[in-house]
């Protein structure tokens, strides 16, 4: 398969490598020194572009994608707040296609149901308070991580008590705590911690006066985000509309 790769930073490099021991094609890879060859032909003949850039950038990508009739996997995080809807109206009602996934890697999917099973199971058990911490290298750009939100969201789905999140503290690099962790009792907080080259851990914790249930994701590497991606483009070439790793992944 023929692939365009957007942003050729610490994800874009790792998908390259994937890819191409997955025998795929690389044809086109775009940053920022290089914007014009969306209008190449090599970008044109790519069966699907994957595109991992930042969140000012990202929505801008796929518009310019979806102009050379190319499909788009991104995880890039931090767009969906300004841009969700329209992107939504294009691929539902306008034939383009787009994956998104806030977290590629499979062990995110595991997690994820296990996630929303733990809040339903807790509509039975008030003395439980939730809330949840996200911890990520020193260069990520946005709070709360989109895995982080995608988790939220789906507690707030699954347990009755809950109707939405709110930005907790953020502790950065040089040891500044922001923000509160005090919220409404139906918010959900996200705490944010930013240390030294940490890929990803993403915790949900519900306490009670008697104990603690904790669950968390650990991601050693980027590779199971970076073969995540390559998996949903190999899955996106022959799928269309908006598409998400629930599509992938069925349990
Ligand atoms: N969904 C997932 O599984 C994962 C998502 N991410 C997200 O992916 C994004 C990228 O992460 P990293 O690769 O770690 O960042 P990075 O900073 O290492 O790489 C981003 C690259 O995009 C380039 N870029 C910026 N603006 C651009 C534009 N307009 N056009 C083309 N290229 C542009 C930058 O020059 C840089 O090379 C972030 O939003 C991050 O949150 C990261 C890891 C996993
Ligand atoms: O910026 C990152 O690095 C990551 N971003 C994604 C997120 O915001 O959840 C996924 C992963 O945690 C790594």
Sequence with gaps: MKIAIIGYGKMGKMIEQIARGRGHEIVC?????????????????????????????????????????????????????DHGDDVRRMCNDEGKTLFWASNF?????????????LAKIMNGFPQYSVSMEETHHIHKL?????????????????????????????????????GSDKCDGDKIAINSVRRDEVPG????????????????????????FALGAVLAAEYTATHSGLLTISDMFKF
């Excluded at 970008?43 to 310019?64: C, H, M, Q, R």
């Excluded at 890697?105 to 099973?117: D, E």
């Excluded at 306490?207 to 980027?222: L, P, Q, V």
């Design 29 to 81: 890879i775009i940053d920022v020194d290089n914007p014009q060859d969306f209008d190449s032909p090599e970008f044109a003949s790519a069966d699907v572009a994957i595109e991992f850039t930042n969140p000012t950038a990202a929505y801008g990508n796929y518009l310019k994608a979806f102009a050379k009739g190319v499909k788009v996997v991104s995880g890039s995080t931090g767009w969906m707040k």
């Design 105 to 117: 890697s499979v062990g995110v999917a595991i997690f994820s149901a296990v996630n929303r099973y």
């Design 142 to 178: 946005d709070a709360p991580s989109g895995t982080a939100i995608t988790l939220a969201e789906e507690i707030v789905d699954n347990l009755d008590r809950k109707t939405g999140w709110v930005k907790g503290t953020l502790l950065s690099p040089d040891g500044t705590l922001t």
């Design 201 to 224: 851990i993403h915790t949900v914790t519900y306490d009670s006066e008697a104990d603690c249930i904790t669950i968390t994701h650990d991601a050693h590497s980027r590779k199971g």
